[in-house]
């Protein structure tokens, strides 16, 4: 099955306090600094948190609900929500998608209350798991309750469970065998794989250990060595075994670094079980060590080994991904960025109209902030993104984006 996240919706979490927004194979948000961009992710990013390590933790580590909680209101907030819609069950579809929701809530307590708060969760799932049939588990305060036509659904109504306790991450008492139990399962490990891809330059241009995690490349690129390692294994059986990732690659760098002929990846002179990148260019005798090359160049090897990974995490999250890029060299990102999304979803920031104009206005959301200190994201649907290209008589996205034509200017 083809699990994926169609939506979005997020109220009163930072400065999201009404945010619905559809997400596709590829989703581009534009808009000025500060307009709630990063805060999409981060919601996201909790989400994954919650199904990784439990509500609680992913509080904590965020600093609490106080600052994740919307402060731009004379009265304080005392609920914050995120909640996705998508497909992970066997009947689940775009017209009639399962649906997630994590409600936090944290209102005050009397004064005669020995604490000024107290705090707890609503969690509500619902699946399709057979034709035509929706079922729902919830929890609410200690309680959870299963609300299923399906036999094999069935359980003690309601269950007790901890008050602060997710059915993402907490052992709960469901049913093994549930078909509506396996979609929140599949929901789980979709969660759980979501990243915000964010490299540290300093860090990819490091020698990294060879190791089975090198299958992956990490969130801050570090094992940048490690992986580029792996997609040079990767033989082509249906054309006599060339490398073609690797030779993929290797063409596209050419193409937006035309000084590199050739990348090797070498021993690490010391270090046992390390890898070195070296880039070899035109005109220059011997080889540029990856640490001696420049942060642009870097970053690009980053981002092309990423989208040129044949296994990536269904879904990935990446701010500014003009950052330290030459405009001409968007074109082509944007281009290898659509293909990788053929195979996973992607999410991304950028302030760059020149990668904005190789979007189509199905990928383009435009993000702006309110005087009530509020994201407005999306500030447009698509069909008024198309009837304004339409009225400029075709004028390339990122060109009528930068001349504030659609919004998420300052």
């Known amino acids: 099955m083809n699990h994926r996240i169609l939506g979005l919706t997020v109220r009163n979490f930072r400065t999201l306090t009404d945010t619905k927004l559809p997400l596709g194979p590829l989703t581009v948000m534009v808009g000025p600094n500060a307009a709630g961009k990063s805060n999409v992710l981060h919601a996201l990013e909790f989400l994954g948190d919650v199904a990784q390590q439990g509500i609680q933790r992913a509080l904590h580590d965020l600093g609490g609900f106080d600052v994740l909680a919307f402060r731009g209101s004379s009265r304080s907030v005392s609920r914050i929500s995120v909640g996705i819609e998508g497909i992970w069950s066997d009947f689940a579809s775009p017209e009639e998608p399962d649906r997630y929701e994590l409600s936090i809530s944290h209102p005050r307590l009397p004064d005669t209350s020995r604490k000024r708060y107290t705090t707890y969760r609503r969690e509500r799932f619902t699946q399709h798991p057979e034709n035509g049939i929706e079922s729902s588990i919830e929890l609410t305060s200690s309680s959870l309750t299963v609300t299923s036509p399906l036999e094999a659904d069935r359980a003690p109504t309601p269950l007790t469970v901890g008050r602060m306790d997710s059915a993402l991450h907490d052992v709960v008492p469901l049913p093994d065998k549930s078909p509506s139990v396996a979609s929140v399962r599949d929901m789980k490990r979709h969660l759980q ?64 670094v035309p000084q590199i002929s050739d990348i090797h990846l070498v021993d690490t002179p010391g270090k046992a079980g390390y890898l070195s990148v070296e880039l070899e260019e035109n005109s220059l005798r011997g080889r540029t060590r990856l640490q001696d090359a420049s942060f642009g160049t870097v970053r690009l090897l980053c981002l092309l080994a990423l989208f040129h990974d044949p296994n990536p995490p269904l879904l990935t999250c990446i701010e500014e991904i003009d950052h330290g890029i030459h405009p001409h060299a968007l074109e082509l990102l944007a281009q290898r960025l659509r293909e990788a999304s053929r195979r996973a979803q992607f999410l991304v920031t950028t302030h760059s109209p020149a990668f904005v104009n190789e979007l189509e206005p199905d990928e383009f959301v435009v993000c702006e902030r309110g005087q009530d200190g509020a994201s407005v994201i999306p500030a447009l649907s698509t069909d008024e993104v198309r009837e304004r290209i339409e009225a400029s008589e075709g004028m390339p996205l990122g060109e009528l984006w930068f001349a504030n034509t659609l919004g998420g200017g300052l």
Request: charged content about 40%; proline content about 3%; cysteine-free.
């Open 193 to 256: 794989a979501i990243r915000v891809f964010d490299p540290n330059v300093r860090a990819a241009r490091e020698p990294a250990a060879i190791t089975k995690a090198g299958r992956h490349l990490r969130d801050d690129a570090s094992n940048l060595a490690d992986f580029l390692k792996t997609l040079y294994e990767v033989r082509d059986e249906q054309r006599d075994g060339r490398r073609a990732i690797w030779e993929a690659l290797l063409e596209d760098v050419r193409t937006v």
